[in-house]
Every structure is written in C-alpha cells, then in structure tokens.
C-alpha cells in the first residue's frame, strides 16, 4: 500500500508534465497555426513572392503543423531550441545565460519581498483596525494599483535621478563582482519587491485572521499569552498552507513582472530578450521563451500545491 | 434610495471624470493629438497646462486622446471577455458533463500560461492594430470570467426556481439568461471594474514595450514610452499618465468594492 501522500504528489506531477506539454502545443498553435503568415509578417509588406518562397522553405512551413510540432517538440528535450531567424545563432546558450540573470534578479526580489511581507502581514494582524495596519493597507493598496513600468520610473525619478542612490542603468557582464551586480540591480529589485508585496502581504493577513476566529487562539489569549506570540506561535503556523500557496502564486508573477522590469532598466535577462524577438518577429525565439516562461510558472505553482500538499497533517498522518 | 458612502462618491466622480474627458476628448483638448505645438519638454505654462512632450506635442492634449485611446480598447476588452467568459461559464455550468469538462480544462490551460506572456507569443505573428489587441486581450482575460462566472453559475443551477424551470421544458437558453443570469449579475458587474483596471494596466504595459497602441496614436502606456528618456534630466513628463492609471485604478476600485457590499447585503434583504 502506497502512502497517500506519495500518489497525490505523484498524480500532482504527472498533472504538471501534461499541463506544460499542453501549454507546448498552445504555445506552437499561438504562433504557426493562427491566421497569420509567419513568413509574411517576417517580411513584411513589400515581399515579393519568391523571398516568401524562399522564406517558407528555409523555415519549413510548407510541411503539415503536426510534423514540425513534433520535430520542434524532439528538439526541445534534447535541450536545442533552434536557431534565432535574426542571427541565425542557435538560441539555447544566448537564453540560457539571459535566464541565468533573470532567475538572479527574481531570487533577490523573493529573498526581501517574503520575509517582508510575511513580517508586515504578522503586525497588522497584530494591530488590526488600528493605524499600522491602516497605513500598511494604504500604501500597499497604492502599489498594487501602478503597473510595474510606472512603479519603475518612479522609483528612477527619485532615487536615480534626484538623490543619485542608485544607477539608472542596471548594466551587468560576465566577470561582475558579486556586490557590483547587486548594486547594479538594485533600482529593479525594489521595483519588483514593491510589485509582489501589496498581494502577498494582504493574504497573509487574511490567511492569518481567518484563523485567529478558531477557539484555540482564544485559549491562548485566556492562557494569558502576549498577542504577538499567539499569532506568531498559535496562527501561523495553522496559516501555512494558504501564506505559502500565495508566496508561490507571487513568485511566479515575479518570474512574469521581470519582462516589464527588464524593458526599464535594461537589464540582459529573458524580459527583454523575448520583448526585442517579438518586436522583430523572430518566432523561434519568442516559442522558445514563451515555453520557458510557462515551465517556471507551472512549476512554481506545481511547488505550490505540493507544499499545501504536505503542510496538511490530515494527509500526513491518514487514519 | 441608499445613502452613498464618501469612498464610493469620490470614486463615482473621478471614473465619470475619466469617461467623460474620454468622450468628449475632440472638444475639450486644447490641441490636436500630433499637433506640433512647441518646443520639447517645456515646463508647464498657462498656455501648456502639463508642458510639451519629447517632440513638443501638448502633454495635456496627448493625456485627454491617449486616456480616450485607452480607456476605449479597456473597455471594449472588458465587454468581449465578459460576454464570452460569462456565456461559456453559465453554459458549462447548465450542461455539466463533458461540454463542462472540456471548457474547463481549456481554461486551465490557458492560465497556465501567464496572459503577458501568451499575448507577447500571439503579436509576434499577429498585426499589431487595434481590433487585434483587443480580440488578444479580451480572449486572454475571458478565462479568468468563465471561472468567476461558472463557479456563481453551479450555486444557482441547483436552486428550485431553475429545477422548476427545467421541469415547465424551458429551453437552455431561456434558462441561461432569464433564470441564471438576473441572480448572478452583481458578482460579476463588481468583477467588472476589476476587469477593467486590468485592461487599462495591461494595454499600457503592451504600449509601453512597444507592442500595443503604434505611434502617433496616443495612449497612456505609449506616453511613458515617449517620455522615459526625459526621466534622466529629471523632467517628471513620464509620470504624470502614472498618476492618471493609478487614479483611475483605485477610483474604479473604489466603485466595484461598494457594488460588491451593496449587493452583498441583498443576501439578508433588499433593505439592508
């Protein structure tokens, strides 16, 4: 007999691998099958019939869509992405590293924003309806309601321009020193963790008043505990499931808040990679980031479920 | 008649300041949307209230066309994802069974993928017009309506009224619109402005990267990105359609949440 926690997490996997095979073929269809031409967007208006020819062939569109799903697809797990139509540069080494930098960026933004908010999200519970908890609720109701591009201007207009914090540029190159690097990022890092803050922040505290009604925490409170350790010791840890479930759920809209992020403080990462490809069309790029995007956001998610998975005693310890 | 909460007034007014300004846009902007005025970046005067922009356009004229701009695809893409994500989600919920089934898993499938980054994979083949951002960004965001929608949907399904409705042999669509539609309305007119800010957020960011509203049309997200240079010489010129989104942000915001608690008192009584 299996334990039950080890079929749930396996079906919960299998359900990932199949979600992101599926977000493959949407990913494909979005690109090859939709009305329009690649070849001719490619080229544009003025193309003569024969360079689309041309076109068509080298790209191989004149094969049915199943075929070059599946030789794209083949070619994906065996880690070769294709070549970029631009330079003709196989893409997998130029994304890989861009990943490299766009996984740096967020990990920095995650390693403040969580612990950040979770903080926050513990004093105003802890002071709810009374001023912190007021002005933390304003000011992260503002965050939230300004896209991050905004949030990014602001933030250079201020600490960039007129106190000169900060640099403007987030320039990064190989052989960076690990506190120059930090440095350079700093401005996006803020952009971002303000980003993700507001959210992660409101939920905590929602997760954790839903359970301060259970009769436990007023036990606590007879016992005569100091309201911060009830919440601290009693609430949160009840509150897990659902505080981690948002963090996830906030990772990986870090992941998505990168691609504008990058634009403003061109940054070499995967943001603004994909953003340049589309603009110039180059399709096998952008499939190729569009599929890396949703591995991260699945598998974020993925993440996210298991954990709700395993914090849940009742599955832990079945009966 | 109910007596209007502060918050809900303020918001009221500065959404129908919005709209209007929006509507009347050819009458009240003191200039032309590409009318070279002056030169660029002059600081505000009496004669350009908000200054010029990077190649000496009217700032104040530019907001009045751009917020027209993108309040109309904003809004045309909230009509779209709701009529779409609404039908399908009560017809899911009325069929049940396999039609259910495939509607729904499509869904979560399409939310796999986060909607920036499928709308970034469908304009690189797709023209960038206006009819096409609006088809991308009503379709992407409908999903997240066919979920709200469908979930109000199989509470109401299995009231009585709609049982007795099924049993008089009313047909489908009479019990989508005149039985399911009617109870489920205030969820979703709330749901609504939040769909709407999240257009207007969504357009701006695409015209920002370039890959939304083409120049020398205006809008809010494509004045930031005519203006961000300006930044660096310290003129706040980029900022000021920040303002203008976050302003109509939370004064939408504002609206939906007093929507929300007006009809969801209604549950004790309509008096409430």
Redesign the interface.
């Given at each position: 007999m299996v334990h039950p926690v080890i079929k749930l997490v396996a079906q919960r996997i299998a359900l990932g691998l199949l979600?992101l095979l599926?977000?493959s073929v949407?990913?494909f269809v979005?690109?090859?099958i939709?009305?329009?031409d690649?070849a001719q967007?490619i080229l544009g208006q003025s193309a003569t019939p024969e360079t689309l020819a041309n076109l068509r062939q080298e790209l191989g569109l004149n094969e049915p869509a199943l075929t070059r799903y599946f030789s794209w697809l083949g070619g994906v797990l065996h880690g070769d992405l294709g070549n970029a139509l631009t330079n003709g540069q196989p893409i997998a080494p130029a994304l890989g590293k861009r990943l490299l930098n766009t996984l740096f960026l967020a990990a920095c933004a995650a390693v403040i924003a969580v612990p950040l908010a979770i903080i926050l999200g513990l004093v105003s519970v802890r002071y709810r309806n009374r001023w912190p908890d007021k002005l933390i609720s304003a000011v992260t109701?503002?965050t939230i309601?300004?896209?991050?591009?905004?949030l990014g201007?602001?933030v250079?207009?201020f600490l960039?321009?007129?106190y000169r914090l900060l640099p403007?540029l987030s320039t990064v190159y190989d052989g960076m020193g690990f506190g120059d690097r930090l440095y350079a990022i700093g401005l996006p890092v803020i952009v971002l963790v303000l980003a993700v803050l507001g959210h992660m922040m409101r939920m905590t505290r929602a997760a954790i008043l839903n359970v301060m009604q259970s009769a436990y925490i007023e036990t606590a409170e007879l016992k005569g505990l100091r309201p911060f350790a009830i919440i601290a010791r009693h609430a949160f840890p009840n509150a897990i499931a659902p505080v981690v479930n948002v963090v996830m759920i906030n990772l990986?809209?870090l992941?998505?808040g990168v691609?504008?992020v990058e634009?403003?403080f061109v940054y070499p990462g995967m943001g603004q990679y994909?953003?340049d490809?589309?603009?110039k069309?180059?399709?096998p790029v952008?499939?190729a980031?569009?599929l890396v995007?949703?591995g991260v956001?699945?598998g974020l998610?993925l993440i996210a479920d298991l954990v709700s998975i395993l914090a849940n005693p009742r599955l832990r310890h079945p009966k | 008649m109910t007596r209007l909460p502060l918050a809900a007034l303020i918001g009221l007014v500065f959404t129908g300041a919005y709209f209007a300004a929006a509507l009347l846009a050819p009458w009240i902007a003191p200039y032309g949307m590409a009318e070279i005025v002056g030169d660029s970046w002059e600081p505000s005067s009496s004669q350009f209230w908000l200054g010029t922009d990077s190649i000496g356009r009217d700032l104040l004229s530019r907001m009045i066309w751009g917020g027209r701009t993108t309040i109309f695809i904003a809004t045309c893409a909230t009509l779209l994802s709701f009529g779409l994500g609404s039908i399908l989600g009560f017809f899911a919920a009325v069929k049940g069974g396999w039609v259910d089934q495939v509607l729904s898993r499509l869904v979560?499938?399409?939310m796999?993928?986060?909607s920036?980054?499928?709308a970034?994979?469908?304009?690189?083949?797709?023209?960038v017009t206006i009819p096409v951002l609006i088809l991308v960004m009503g379709i992407l965001d409908s999903t997240r309506v066919f979920r709200l929608s469908r979930a109000v949907a199989v509470d109401i399904a299995v009231m009585d009224y709609v049982e007795a409705a099924r049993l008089r042999g009313e047909k489908q669509g009479w019990i989508i619109f005149r039985e399911i539609l009617p109870n489920a309305l205030s969820p979703l007119v709330a749901e609504m402005g939040l769909r709407f800010?999240f257009a207007v957020?969504f357009i701006?960011?695409l015209s920002?990267?370039?890959?939304g509203v083409q120049p020398p049309m205006a809008d809010w997200?494509g004045i930031?990105k005519e203006n961000?240079e300006g930044?660096?010489?310290?003129i706040?010129a980029?900022?000021i359609?920040?303002f203008a989104?976050?302003t109509l942000?939370?004064s939408v915001?504002l609206v939906a949440d007093w929507v929300l608690n007006r009809t969801s008192s209604l549950k004790g009584g309509r008096g409430a």
């Open positions: 979600l599926a977000a949407l990913i979005g690109t090859q939709l009305p329009g690649v967007s109701l503002a309601s300004v896209p991050e591009f905004l201007y602001i250079i207009f960039a321009v007129q403007s990986a809209y992941v998505v691609v504008v634009v403003v994909l953003v490809h589309v603009s069309r180059d399709v952008v499939q980031c569009g995007f949703a956001y699945i998610n | 979560d499938l399409m796999s993928i986060p920036l980054i499928s970034l994979v469908v304009l690189s083949v797709m023209p800010i957020l701006s960011t920002f990267l370039g890959l997200g930031v961000k930044i660096v010489y310290g706040p980029a900022l359609p920040a989104i976050a942000a939370i915001n």
